[in-house]
């Protein structure tokens, strides 16, 4: 279990790399039609880091493996061959305005640091029961933080896409 959360602290690493890598103004430039920007791509990241208050919430021993639902988010989160679309109305959906490059990397290495820290201190094997995600119904904590691997990565895909049509050097 420990391996996730390393990993996740490497992707987390990886990914405020990237986006410091951004001007402010790079990172609220739109690189195509109907593209986020760099900054909403990192606004809906830190958005969905934030689902992590559920392991703070209801809790429930699973009656299957802690880990039976990360082999299949990984299949989703990393075929880029499938489309995956936040919806307006989700609370994860990014904002429209001007996004601080300071601000946006405080607050994910601020949550992903809270994360880490509970997540050393608790039991990642119980389900999360105050939010049934999409499809998967409950997830137990280790799954959860498996997701936000899996999710940050697929979108670090698209941070290298952007970064490549706005020419960012590194």
């Known amino acids: 279990m420990e ?56 809790t429930g021993f699973a009656d299957r493996p802690y880990d039976e639902n990360s082999k299949l988010l990984s299949e989703l989160f990393l075929n880029f061959n499938i489309k995956l679309i936040a919806e307006n109305s989700d609370a994860i959906y990014p904002s429209d305005g001007y996004i601080e490059k300071e601000d946006l990397i405080l607050n994910i290495q601020t949550i992903s640091e809270s994360i880490i820290s509970f997540s050393s201190r608790n039991d990642l094997r119980v389900l999360c029961l105050d939010f049934e995600f999409p499809t998967f119904g409950y997830m137990t904590r280790f799954e959860w933080i498996h997701f936000y691997v899996v999710h940050t990565q697929r979108h670090i895909k698209q941070l290298t896409k952007i970064s490549n049509i706005l020419n960012i050097q590194k």
């Open 3 to 58: 391996a996730t959360t390393t990993k996740f602290q490497q992707t987390i690493k990886e990914l405020t790399e990237m986006l410091e890598a951004f001007s402010t103004e790079q990172l609220n430039k739109i690189p195509f039609s109907n593209s986020w920007t760099a900054g909403q791509v990192g606004d809906h990241l830190l958005k969905s880091y934030g689902s992590w208050e559920i392991f703070k919430g209801w």
